[in-house]
């Protein structure tokens, strides 16, 4: 059922119609007499998700008993984010989930419908799992709260990809995001309908229609006038064309066509948001379809501080590397640790470059030259790049240096996905 929809690339969506958008769907819902909000973490901060998760709480009041944010493998949030993101949500509210130890299993996808939708590259089953604290009957309503944005793992972010990753568990987690790799990337980002989508919709009809989830979905964008962040779509329903329409509205409006391919790309990492590779290697997904060959994607990261979030995901990655597919594939066949991690193997395979582009990390004192080439990056440190290329002095697109060399610059590689249309495969 879809209850609301609304959006266009230049529509802008004010905090105070949001609230009352909200109000009125709530309303029609009727009275209920516990709620839990599952809206996204931190890294998801321009997402409008705090906002809406405080409106949540000043409608439904006690009746808002938990707040659970969908951390999938990240680290907790600590109060000061909490603080930050939601307002005067009460912190007393919030639950960590913990994705290898708080799951229950409520089905297995069948391998023969993953060898399906792949085109016959794994046949593997997947344990659909959530964290155990949606099976509580006694919970009429769930509100799952989010941001639609081209994603590489999944092609569109958010919808049961909030559920089945951010408050679920690891065999689904691992074998998703290895099915994403398997299959393509260039495949399957701006997509809303993907071999992962296909099996997430799987066990959202077949193993979760019972669980009472309600979709806030919102389309996000920059203004170009003010330079802010503003509401371009809110859609709310319970299912798959609820997110088919926001997902429509993400790829008219974080979807970047280049008219030419990059040469050297510049991507800035808020140190508010981007503390790892794991997340920050946005700036490699999203960018990677843009990029010409032999161009140089230079990440700056001055809050870098490890690999993975996860201790033994960061471990897996200092072990092997962003040393492209035949590597890691082959080193995945010979390594127990990489098959029980297959989000791992994954994600190594996402972060390389395949050598057909440079990537060179620019972190801050937060690591070393050895730690960065070590993963297969070429290194410079934060300082000395910025003062090639000062941010501040920077817009987002293209530029022209004093020297005249141009290049391209995104100040948050969370927010689009950037392509040259000759490598945007169908």
């Excluded at 049961?160 to 690891?170: A, E, H, M, R």
Aim: aromatic fraction near 10%.
């Amino acid at each position: 059922m879809l209850y609301f929809e609304r959006g266009s690339k230049t529509d802008v969506i004010t905090p105070e119609e949001t609230r009352a958008i909200l109000n009125e769907v709530f309303d029609r819902m009727g009275p209920k007499k516990r709620v839990m909000a599952i809206p996204p973490d931190f890294t998801r901060l321009n997402s409008y998700a705090g906002p809406i998760t405080e409106m949540i709480y000043d409608y439904y009041g006690e009746a808002l008993t938990d707040v659970m944010p969908a951390l999938g493998t990240h680290t907790a949030m600590p109060e000061s984010q909490i603080r930050t993101m939601f307002g005067h949500t009460p912190v007393e509210l919030f639950r960590e989930h913990d994705w290898r130890n708080d799951v229950r299993t409520i089905g297995t996808v069948p391998g023969e419908f993953v060898s399906k939708v792949t085109e016959g590259r794994l046949d593997f089953e997947l344990q659909a799992q959530v964290n155990k604290m949606l099976l509580d009957p006694s919970f009429d309503l769930i509100l799952s709260v989010g941001q639609v944005v081209p994603h590489e793992v999944i092609g569109m972010a958010n919808y049961t990809k909030n559920i089945f990753v951010g408050v679920g568990g690891s065999d689904f987690i691992n074998k998703s995001h290895f099915i994403g790799a398997a299959y393509g990337m260039e495949r399957i980002m701006g997509r809303a309908k993907s071999p992962v989508r296909d099996v997430f919709e799987y066990a959202k009809v077949n193993f979760a229609s019972q669980l009472p989830i309600v979709y806030i979905l919102t389309v996000r964008a920059k203004d170009d006038a003010t330079g802010q962040m503003v509401t371009r779509g809110l859609f709310i329903g319970d299912d798959f064309e609820c997110f088919q329409k926001a997902a429509d509205l993400s790829l008219e409006t974080n979807f970047i066509m280049l008219d030419r391919e990059i040469k050297k790309c510049i991507v800035y990492l808020d140190p508010e948001e981007f503390k790892s590779t794991w997340l920050g290697n946005k700036s490699v997904y999203r960018t990677r379809m843009a990029l010409a060959d032999d161009a140089q994607l230079i990440v700056l990261a001055p809050a870098l501080r490890e690999f993975g979030e996860d201790k033994t995901i960061d471990g897996l990655i200092r072990r092997y590397g962003y040393k492209g597919t035949p590597h890691t594939l082959e080193a995945t066949d010979a390594n127990k640790e990489l098959q029980d991690n297959l989000g791992a193997t994954a994600h190594l395979i996402h972060g390389s470059s395949e050598g057909r582009f440079r990537i060179t990390y620019c972190p801050g004192d937060g690591m070393s030259k050895e730690e960065i080439e070590s993963v297969g990056y070429e290194y410079c440190h934060y300082d000395d790049m910025v003062a090639r290329y000062p941010v501040e002095n920077l817009k987002d697109g293209w530029n022209v240096m004093p020297d005249g060399e141009e290049i391209y610059y995104i100040s948050n590689p969370a927010l689009g996905l950037w392509a040259y249309p000759e490598r945007f495969k169908d």
